[in-house]
């Protein structure tokens, strides 16, 4: 890897439309997938008499492997275009996606949407084109996938831009923000070269349009806000919590507080990748030490903030969440537990405020008696363990949370206020 900048990609979209292909494809194409790994499907491709395939055998491959449980994950893979080193984070489908997303351990920058060319708009991608666009996606590149199974239609292709849009602005999701290009992840189309079959499309192609992707803007301006995710006691040192800086900058001689455990006092010392650092930043993960405060005086799903700027611990807050797989209805009073960045905590809904209509934003209903799957709500909820959480009109990355319950991430939302303690 070089050391140009970084950012995480998600790819969403329908199952099926080509997600795991596109990655093949990405990895492929940018000289990714170790040269080993194209030696050996090379000479298995020339042993058939397929040479000049070795693409078609690095996605066999990784087919028969995840048929047969060995996990090549689409996720966490890495590459490089002129512009940027790219992880792709984990992807919609794993199964703790939403939740990994909504904590911040896979929070993505920017995303591809794949759409088959064949099938449209789908269920899963709407849900996922919400989901992007509650959690912040900053723009969205649509992969009107599988063109060569339509013919590579000019036609069919404007159809499913139109559909797509459609549903962008359902979502209230600036079509601005979104770039539309007509690929074949499997035929390798407008990937890293022009294709001659889509002759009627001039715009970019789909690494230039990774390229021009925004840079992500680290969240230094903001105050501190680092959650906790465990705490150690190191020989020599002393209590070691350790996290990743969400926002602002923790610098040695700093007073800091956790809350919701309520102490406070001073950084001597930061580490990060096994050396003392000064400070840290966004996206940084440390371990650092502060004088006073002992192992059992702090504990996972604190948030570290400045003692003069200290993390919000709510009484109740209001919320907009959007139900995505309940079994049956959620009424007042239900209490499931609620994942927000490092915090686990079981919190009650304490009344279901208004209903939103999805598609225009409306207020539909107020006062529902219930919300189920697919509806839009405003909510309030208390709860029942002190929690750090902050309105994400303010610090959007400490302002969403997940849902779950029954093994499940049933719904995910966003924080609109905060009543504080
Ligand atoms: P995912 O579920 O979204 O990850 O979809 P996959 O990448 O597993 O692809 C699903 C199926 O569509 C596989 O059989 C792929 O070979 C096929 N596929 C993916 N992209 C293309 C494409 O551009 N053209 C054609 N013809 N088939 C494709």
């Known amino acids: 890897m070089s050391d140009e900048q970084h950012q995480n990609l998600a790819i969403i979209g329908h199952v099926d439309h080509g997600k795991s292909t596109l990655v093949g494809r990405l990895l492929y194409e940018t000289g990714s997938v170790p040269e080993h790994v194209i030696e050996q499907h090379k000479e298995e491709a020339e042993e058939k008499g397929k040479g000049g395939f070795e693409f078609a055998y690095v996605m066999d491959n990784l087919a028969e492997e995840r048929e047969r449980g060995v996990t090549i994950d689409i996720a966490h893979q890495e590459f490089s275009t002129d512009t940027y080193d790219f992880t792709i984070v984990d992807c919609p489908g794993h199964r703790d996606f939403v939740k990994n997303m909504i904590t911040g351990a896979s929070q993505a920058d920017n995303a591809v949407l794949v759409v088959a060319a064949d099938d449209g708009v789908q269920p899963q991608t709407q849900e996922h084109v919400f989901l992007a666009r509650t959690l912040g996606i900053g723009e969205l590149i649509v992969g009107v996938n599988k063109m060569d199974l339509v013919d590579y239609s000019e036609g069919d292709y404007k159809q499913v831009v139109e559909e797509v849009k459609e549903l ?21 189309d407008n990937i890293a070269e022009a294709s001659d079959n889509t002759g009627w499309y ?8 990774l390229n021009n992707l925004p840079a992500p803007e680290p969240p230094t301006d903001a105050p501190l806000r680092l959650p906790i995710q465990d705490v150690y006691t190191i020989s020599g040192i002393g209590t070691v919590p350790v996290g990743r800086v969400e926002t602002g900058i923790l610098n040695t001689g700093d007073n ?13 010392t930061v580490e990060m990748h096994h050396e003392e650092v000064p400070k840290a930043e ?37 919320a907009q969440i959007v139900v995505m797989q309940h079994p049956s209805v959620i009424t007042e009073g239900y209490t499931p537990v609620f994942h927000a960045h490092t915090a686990q905590v079981a919190c009650t809904v304490e009344s279901i405020d ?5 598609s225009s934003g409306e207020v539909a209903e107020e006062n529902p008696d219930f919300i189920q ?15 750090s959480i902050e309105p994400s009109g303010e610090i959007p990355e400490l302002g969403s949370f997940a849902i779950r319950d029954m093994g499940q991430t049933i719904a995910a939302g966003k924080v609109l206020s905060v009543n504080e303690r």
Do not use: M, W
């Not at 602005?169 to 390798?188: C, K, L």
């Not at 650092?288 to 919000?312: E, T």
């Open 354 to 358: 208004k209903k939103i209509d999805p």
């Open 373 to 387: 799957n697919g509806d839009a709500a405003v909510v309030t909820i208390r709860p029942q363990k002190p929690l």
């Open 282 to 318: 966004p996206g940084d993960n440390v371990g650092f030490n502060v004088r006073g405060v002992g192992k059992d005086d702090i504990r996972r799903g604190d948030v570290c903030g400045p003692a003069d700027d200290p993390p919000s611990v709510a009484e109740t807050f209001q």
């Open 202 to 209: 001039d715009g970019d192609i789909l690494l230039e349009a």
């Open 168 to 188: 962008l602005n359902q979502v209230r999701f600036d079509t601005e923000d979104a770039s539309f290009i007509p690929i074949s992840a499997f035929e390798g």
């Open 256 to 268: 800091v507080s956790f809350q919701p455990s309520d102490v406070s006092g001073e950084v001597k």
